[in-house]
C-alpha cells in the first residue's frame, strides 16, 4: 500500500532515453510524487542533478535507465557519488549484464528493476528506499542533538567517583 503523504513530499529525478517509457511513466510520476524532473540521456541527468542541487532543490531518489547515450546510467552515477554519497538510485534496465549489475552494487545502487517496469513494485521500491533515507536522516539529526546535549552536560557537570567507604 502507497502512502500517498509521503509520496507527495518527494522529488524524483527520472532519466530514461526512451521517449515513450519516459513520457508513459512520467504521467504516473507526476500523480504520485511532489515534483518529477525528465532527463533523456546520462548527461542530461547529471547536468539536471546539479542544476536541482546549485538551487537548493532536494532530489529524493533518481530513477534511472542503465543503457542510455552520452552518459551511461552506471557513468552518471559515478559522477553524482563524487559529491553525494548517499544519494537513493533505483536502475530499470531492459538487460541483465553482470558487468553492469556488479558496477551499481559498487555505487551501492538501491534496486535494480528489469523492464518492462512494473508499476506497483517500483512506487513501492521507491517508497521503501525513500522511507529508509528518511528515517536515518531523523536518526543522524537526533543523534547530533543529543551529542550536543552531551557536550553541554561535560561542560557543566563536574564527576565524582567514590568507593564503598565513601572515599573519594
Known sequence: ????????????????????????????????????????????????????????????????????????????????????????????????????LLKAIDLHADHYALKPINLEDIITRIQKVCEKRYFQNLIDVKNKELQQYLSIINNVAAIIKMNDKGEI
Open 1 to 100: 500500500m502507497f502512502n500517498t503523504n509521503f509520496l507527495k513530499e518527494l522529488t524524483i529525478l527520472y532519466v530514461e532515453d526512451d521517449e515513450a517509457a519516459r513520457n508513459q511513466l512520467a504521467r504516473t510520476l507526476n500523480r504520485l510524487f511532489k515534483n518529477v524532473i525528465l532527463a533523456s540521456n546520462g548527461l542530461e541527468g547529471l547536468l539536471k542533478y546539479e542544476d536541482a542541487i546549485k538551487n537548493n532543490l532536494k532530489i529524493d531518489l533518481i530513477l534511472s535507465d542503465v543503457n542510455m547515450p552520452k552518459l551511461n546510467g552506471i557513468e552518471m552515477l559515478e559522477k553524482i557519488r563524487l559529491s553525494d554519497k548517499n544519494i537513493p538510485i533505483i536502475y530499470t534496465t531492459a538487460r541483465s549484464e553482470t558487468e553492469f
